[in-house]
């Protein structure tokens, strides 16, 4: 009987990666995406500008409509580092936020607007931070 239940349980663990390795590929391709086709931040203006941890992101690219915007960032540093950035720039905005996951930080502003800041790690190539932001 043990040894059933031992080989039940890697049988869905063996199930569950390939899951969760799809996961992963879709987001860095939605990440990968917004870089080549979004626009450089300095150039498209989003209003707000999300909470880009300078010092720890580069070359934000992405896009707008309406009041939605869509951003990604290359990490350039740790990823608790990039978070704690992030985390920093909104409490300096005088913005709420929160940590959903090791991954995920929301955030809000008095006026209503929301964010999800994703980290999306991928193993082939940079790592990337995505804002997804609406409202203004």
């Known amino acids: 009987m043990r040894v ?3 080989v039940l349980a890697l049988v869905l663990a063996g199930c569950s990666a390939p899951v969760r390795d799809l996961d992963k590929m879709q987001k860095c391709q939605v990440a990968k995406d917004v870089m ?3 626009l450089p931040v300095d150039e498209f203006k989003p209003d707000p500008v999300p909470p880009l941890p300078d010092d720890s992101v580069q070359d934000p690219r992405g896009k707008q409509k309406g009041d939605s915007i869509e951003i990604a960032a290359v990490i350039d540093a740790d990823p608790q580092v990039v978070k704690d950035s992030i985390a920093k720039a909104v409490n300096a905005r ?3 936020a929160k940590s ?3 991954s995920m930080v929301s955030y809000e502003s008095p006026s209503g607007l929301k964010g999800d800041v994703k980290l999306v790690l991928c193993d082939d190539e940079d790592d990337f931070v995505v804002f997804t932001q609406q409202g203004k």
């Open 100 to 102: 959903d996951d090791g």
């Open 36 to 38: 080549a086709t979004g």
């Open 94 to 96: 005088g913005w709420s």
């Open 4 to 6: 059933l239940v031992i």
